[in-house]
């Protein structure tokens, strides 16, 4: 079944540092993948997105390309803030409008 | 915009007793999803309306939980009698539409705050 497998945390930086969370997935046919952000005492938002093969969704200096060949959609961004402190969870969508997420990856930046 | 609303935030109830949820979409949004969230898990979803149709209950425990969503517009999430392994985060979230028949198309799922519940 359609399954995502995400980086174990947590993952602690210091400002200025560089980020990469890995998610890797396993699907039937061609999902979209998404990278959602769970800030402290709030709900899940969307933080980017990529629907095909190659495509790199981008927002908030966060980047990810999606990569069909090793399965995969790794969250980086060049420079962390503190601001960039929450819960990042990986997910996919297949044929219906249905998100599998991954467990989740805590980052913590400290100044 | 006002955002999906939930509560209560936190529910705190001993097992075998019961608990609702009550969750209100963003208004014009036809599609509502309630997902269970166990501590260090993701987001498993449970049920997914249309409008006041059920499109998806496969993972829900039937048993247990019941969910509604009479006017089309706000739900409930209910669990009766409830049982240790349901403490968890329990998340709405609601999107314009749920499937568009395009591929690769996606409605965006907006999540509400969650009610936290602790069975003891």
């Known amino acids: 079944g359609d399954s995502v497998t995400q980086m174990e945390g947590p993952v602690t930086l210091s400002e200025e540092a560089f980020l990469t969370i890995n998610c890797t997935y396993t699907?039937?046919?061609?999902?979209?993948l998404f990278w959602y952000v769970q800030y402290p005492g709030e709900g899940l938002q969307l933080l980017l997105k990529a629907t095909k093969a190659d495509d790199k969704g981008s927002n908030k200096g966060f980047e990810a390309t999606y990569r069909k060949e090793t399965t995969s959609f790794h969250l980086e961004k060049g420079s962390v803030q503190v601001s960039d402190s929450a819960v990042y969870f990986c997910?996919?969508?297949?044929?219906?409008?249905?998100?599998?997420f991954g467990t989740g990856t805590r980052l913590t930046v400290i100044p | 915009e006002a955002g999906v609303a939930q509560s209560p935030r936190y529910k705190i109830i001993e097992k075998r007793q019961s608990v609702a949820f009550w969750c209100n979409p963003i208004s014009g949004h036809a599609t509502l999803y309630w997902y269970q969230q166990i501590l260090g898990q993701g987001p498993k979803l449970l049920i997914q309306f249309q409008n006041n149709g059920v499109v998806d209950d496969s993972q829900l425990p039937k048993d247990r939980f019941s969910a509604e969503r009479l006017k089309g517009v706000d739900s409930t999430l209910k669990i009766q009698p409830a049982k240790l392994e349901d403490s968890a985060v329990y998340l709405c979230?609601?999107?314009?539409?749920?499937?568009?028949?395009?591929?690769?198309?996606?409605?965006?799922?907006?999540f509400g705050p969650g009610t936290r519940l602790t069975v003891l």
């Open positions: 699907a039937t046919g061609y999902p979209s």
């Open positions: 979230a609601s999107s314009l539409s749920g499937t568009s028949g395009r591929a690769n198309s996606y409605n965006e799922q907006f």
């Open positions: 997910a996919l969508k297949t044929g219906a409008n249905n998100l599998f």
